[in-house]
């Protein structure tokens, strides 16, 4: 439902930019297509990015329009005015690295060729003042109606992703205990997944950020939305460990039976607290850090002692349990403890 009012936000205040852009071009008897072209593709999800891309596009569709007037003025209404003024429009717009406004300018510089018989100053000019309107009226109306807000977009990412990483977190570690090396592919697959979803949320992240400058967040929706930045860089770092311990290929581990029960558990316990906030509890949590942060360092003094198995490398159960302790810590940041 979120996701279909976002996309109806959209919808509205295209529909509302077109008409208004339309109105406005009809009171001064000018061609509206020019300037609705601008508004559509001036729509963008935040306003600052409608106002950076607008400065953008604005001497793009004065290129291509110049263009346009050129090669009409040359060889007239032709097939070669249309391949030249777009080629042109490209070319020029690419060269400059007005790479927001190419598309704009491109459509702008073709559909002048059809409406252009004389007087091409005064076209020009004109096309110059559509495309103003559309780019004044689509960042109004995206700034006054229905103003873009992520925060409650960010939230609801953060918790599926949170989920996600409680189940990518038990996967993980229960493949490489368990030694079933044959599902190494899948984690990888699932690790992908997760990184795909941080990313999506780091973007919507980024809207809001941007959003702010023109809306800014105030009291406890401020805090909310730095505490959800916080949560976020948490879920970023623990994907950071668990690509680690895949990219470790761990295949043998000397545990004993109860050093392996007591780790399980804090694994299951660990993907469970990420999966369902009300069973993350302070206290139980610090337990199992306690006890796997014991066996590390039990571990740790027999490399001190030298390791014959791995010489020249960590021992793999060393690896395991400080990427597990790393996580550890990520989750307790997660819950602002």
Request: net charge neutral; glycine share 6%.
């Amino acid at each position: 439902m979120k996701k279909l009012h976002f996309v109806g936000s959209r919808v509205v205040k295209t529909g509302v930019a077109i008409f208004v852009t339309a109105l406005i071009c009809g009171w001064l008897d000018w061609p509206a297509v020019f300037a609705v072209i601008t508004a559509i593709v001036t729509i963008e999800p935040t306003v600052s990015d409608s106002i950076k891309k607008g400065i953008v596009r604005f001497p793009a569709s004065a290129i291509g329009s110049a263009y346009a007037v050129l090669f009409i003025s040359i060889f007239g209404n032709s097939p070669l005015t249309y391949t030249l003024a777009a080629m042109f429009t490209i070319i020029t717009c690419f060269r400059l690295k007005l790479h927001a406004g190419l598309l704009v300018a491109t459509l702008t510089a073709v559909a002048m060729i059809e409406v252009i018989h004389s007087n091409y100053l005064i076209s020009f000019l004109i096309r110059l003042g559509t495309t103003s309107i559309g780019l004044v009226v689509s960042t109004l109306v995206n700034m006054f109606i229905l103003p873009p807000h992520y925060t409650k977009n960010i939230s609801s990412s953060i918790q599926r992703t949170a989920i996600q990483t409680g189940k990518t977190i038990e996967r993980v570690f229960l493949t490489i205990l368990e030694g079933k090396q044959e599902q190494e592919l899948h984690n990888r697959e699932m690790v992908e997944q997760l990184d795909w979803g941080i990313h999506q949320t780091e973007t919507l992240v980024r809207f809001q950020k941007e959003e702010a400058k023109f809306h800014p967040l105030v009291g406890k929706e401020k805090s909310h939305f730095h505490h959800m930045q916080k949560q976020l860089g948490s879920l970023r770092l623990i994907l950071y460990h668990l690509d680690n311990l895949i990219s470790s290929q761990i295949k043998t581990i000397a545990w004993s039976n109860d050093e392996r029960a007591i780790i399980l558990y804090a694994i299951r316990e660990l993907a469970e607290g990420l999966k369902d906030p009300s069973h993350y509890q302070t206290d139980k949590h610090a337990q199992h850090l306690k006890q796997i942060t014991e066996i590390f360092w039990e571990d740790n003094e027999e490399i001190t002692r030298g390791d014959r198995r791995h010489p020249t490398s960590f021992p793999p159960e060393l690896i395991i349990l400080y990427e597990l302790v790393s996580i550890y810590n990520q989750v307790d940041r997660f819950y602002g403890k």
